[in-house]
């Protein structure tokens, strides 16, 4: 059993290391949209006991790689899709458990599939701004998909697991 001060140690300890390792994981190189950005968005609410602290961390962490490899139009436009998945996500905290991360990672993962490739379409020149655009957009866009569900996966059980070896979340049962 860990003392109060000793779990908040760790939590500050926890909360750093994230963002820096979140920064580093979007300014090394990796395949397109394999991140766990969407990851701690989802499970940030779970982690630091609500959404403010949550979306303080992802969002530093999207801040401090954005100085390094550069600040884009659809900058603001992704800060609000994750910020709003982890609103979203908040709102099941208390529903966390080894055996729903899949479904918590599929969802969050084609929140922001659809909301982002939908501003893709509708601020871009790329498509053209009828059915047949939006579909390709769509369409286009699926490769990208396939390793953000992955990545989104892979880091929310990471997430999970880590933080229940250092007794931030409780082992629950399935």
């Known amino acids: 059993m860990l003392t109060s001060k000793m779990k908040n140690f760790k939590k500050y300890i926890l909360f750093t290391t994230i963002i820096f390792t979140l920064s580093l994981s979007r300014i090394l190189p990796h395949p397109p949209n394999f991140t766990p950005i969407i990851s701690l968005a989802i499970m940030g609410p779970f982690l630091f006991a609500g959404f403010l602290t949550s979306i303080i961390c992802v969002i530093s962490s999207m801040v401090l790689s954005d100085l390094i490899i550069g600040f884009h139009s659809d900058m603001i436009?992704?800060?609000?899709?994750?910020?709003?998945?982890?609103?979203?996500?908040?709102?099941?905290?208390?529903?966390?458990?080894?055996?729903?991360?899949?479904f918590f990672s599929t969802i969050g993962s084609t929140i922001f599939f659809i909301i982002s490739n939908l501003n893709v379409w509708a601020f871009s020149s790329l498509y053209t701004k009828n059915l047949e655009g939006l579909i390709n957009c769509y369409l286009m866009a699926i490769p990208f998909f396939h390793n953000t569900l992955i990545s989104t996966i892979i880091f929310s059980y990471a997430i999970f697991f880590i933080s229940q070896k250092i007794e931030l979340i409780p082992n629950y049962k399935h």
């Open 77 to 102: 436009q992704i800060y609000l899709i994750i910020t709003l998945i982890s609103f979203i996500f908040n709102k099941y905290k208390s529903k966390l458990r080894g055996s729903n991360i899949l």
